[in-house]
Structures are given as C-alpha cells and as structure tokens.
C-alpha cells in the first residue's frame, strides 16, 4: 500500500502521487510474474535426465533347488530333471542312489522311482549393480521352472549365478518369502497372488565385481541422454559449459554429451557429483499417444492437440446360438432317436451416426472430446488410428 502524506503546508503534487502509484504496481506485476515463470519452469537435475557410459546393472541368472516345501513341490513323474539335479548335489556331497532290480528281474532306476514332493526346480535371477565389491548382498528372484504349487516356506539351496560371460559373479541361498497365499481342500481352491515365485532379501554374496570405466585415462566421459531431444540435450550441455567453462561439454548427436573432465581419479568422483545436482529444464516432449492393444489401455501426454472432424463408428456382432434337437419316431416305426445340432447365426450391426469432435487446445479439452462420443476403449483405439490418419489427431501413434 503506498501512504501520501503531508507535512505542514508542504504538498506533495499529484504527479508525485501518480509515479508512486505506478512503480509499486510494477512492481508487484513483475514479482507475479516471476513466480509465476519460476513456477512452470521445473528444472529437474542432471542426474535424472542422463545416464553415464560405463554405469550400468549387469543381470545374473542361475539354476537351482527349493527344498522344504510342505507338499507343494514338483511332480517328479511330469519333471524328471527335477530329481535328476536332485541326484546330482546328492552326489557331490557324497551320497549316491544306486539302481535296484525290480520284482520282475527287469532292472528300475531309484531315480525314476523317488516321488519327492518337497522340492521343486527353481530359476534365480539377480541384478547386479555397478561397483559392486566381493562380500556385498544382493537381492535375487526365485522362480519355480516346473509345476510346483507354491514355494512358500521353502529354502533356496546354494546357488551359482553366473553372467552373459559364463563366469560366476554371486552365490544365492537362503529362505524364500512369498507374497502370495492360498488353501485348497475338497477340490476347491482359493488363490491370491502369484504363490510360484519369490525373492530372497539379501540372499546372494558378490563373489566377482565387474569393471566400470566411468571415464577414460585422458579424463574423457560420455553421457547419454535418457531420453533423445537436441533441445534438452543443448541445454545440458550449456549448463556444463556454463560451470566449468566454455568447450568442457560437446554434443556428439542428440543423445550423446562429451565431457572434459580431470585426469585424477580422486577428482572426477566430485566433478560427475557436480554435473549430475546442475538444474537443467528439460523441453518439452513431443505429443505421443500410447495404445496397449493387450489390455486397451490409452496413455497421452499434455502436448496432444485434436482439430476439428466428423466421426461414424458402428459395432458389429456377430451371435451363434446352438441348440440340441431329438428326433423322436413314432411307436411300432422301427425308427431310431436322432440327436441333431441346429445352429442359429444372427448379424447385428448398431447405427453409427456422425458425431462433430470439436477441436481441442489442450489436453482437458481433447479428453472431453472423446468422451462425448461415448466408445469403449477397444472402439476409441480404432477411433484414434482413424483421427491420425485423417489428419485430425496432431500426436505419434504407439502401439504396445
């Protein structure tokens, strides 16, 4: 609030009072809009727009046995190599199941013979992460491989998990905890959640680390934009440039930053650190709709726009009814009963009228668009492939 006051007999003029007036308005305009451009800017940091060359998860998978499971195992006669990797870590821990001659004379393998409904066939997989040093937990996946029921309760046997390489890089044992449940009795059954799978907390020891060369020995590093635009990718690399001074940051493609960074070691933790807490804000993305044809879910961004266009859309179903008719003969006719089966085949087809989509700026606007007209998921993808080829949708089709 601007105060005009007056001493004595001294005035102010009311020219005075008006260019008071004015500055303080200017002044609150241009606070307003600076928190309101500070507002929609929403710079994200370095760290979640690229990824460094050299910095990734490496996966590990394994094979192995589930053991005290209360009745819930494989069952051996359908999976044999169940008892055949049974026998096998029996036999290098000395203990070995020797063949027996049957009552016939005909020779029978014990192995064929073991009906062991307490273990099951499992693949192990894991996620190992970069700089990962030898003594370090890691969390795996347990999954049955056969027709096991559940693994709940069970205890994963000492495990390998190798790489892409063949080499061994972690061992996973340890008990299994499943987030599913379920009971049966009777020939009834009530099941909720996946009971075939589970994961064991910190159930594997690193036993192999995997190099991850950040940075050259000149000091050179390579960045990857995670997601590909040379607007983003420009302003990344001004940030840079703007920290560390002019030619630190190169853009090789839309993608792909090239970064000068020191020589030493012990430094180069603390410059990434600093390239990764820059704010950076992120252009704009372009206008996508995601179509998943599996469960007809629609996905699109607040850059999708929609002109003007006239839609028609009709569904068509097609009903088959059979039913069972009986030919009964007369009495004393000789005939026989027939069973026939009379199919009845009924075409329907709704009226499709024209329906105007008015034109949409904005994503609230395109989203009451489409509802208007009323379709089904399933319809209202066959409506958008049709709008895009039209012309009428402005954004990218994806089908997943």
Known sequence: ???IRFHGRRRSSFKDALVALGAAVSLVFACGVLLAYSGSARAERVKDLVSF???RDNPLIGYGLVVGLDGTGDQTTQAPFTTQTLANMLANLGISI???SGANGGGSSALTNMQLKNVAAVMVTATLPPFARPGEAIDVTVSSLANAKS???GTLLLTPLKGADGQVYALAQGNVAVGGAGASANGSRVQVNQLAAGRVAAGAIVERSVPAP?????GLLQMAVNDMDYDTTQRIVAAINNMFGAG???PLDGRTIQVHGPTDPGQQVGFIAQIQDLDVRPAQ?????????RTGSIVMNQMVTLQSCAVAHGNLSVVVNTQTVVSQPGAFSNGNTVAARQSQIQLKQDNGSLKLVTAGANLADVVKALNALGATPADLMSILQAMKAAGALRADLEII
Not at 214 to 218: F, G
């Open 1 to 3: 609030m601007v105060k």
């Open 53 to 55: 060359q050299g910095v």
């Open 98 to 100: 020797n063949n027996t």
């Open 151 to 153: 693994l709940r309760g």
């Open 214 to 218: 950040v940075a050259q020995a000149t």
């Open 248 to 250: 630190t940051a190169t």
């Open 285 to 293: 993305p372009a206008a996508k709709v995601i179509l998943n044809a």
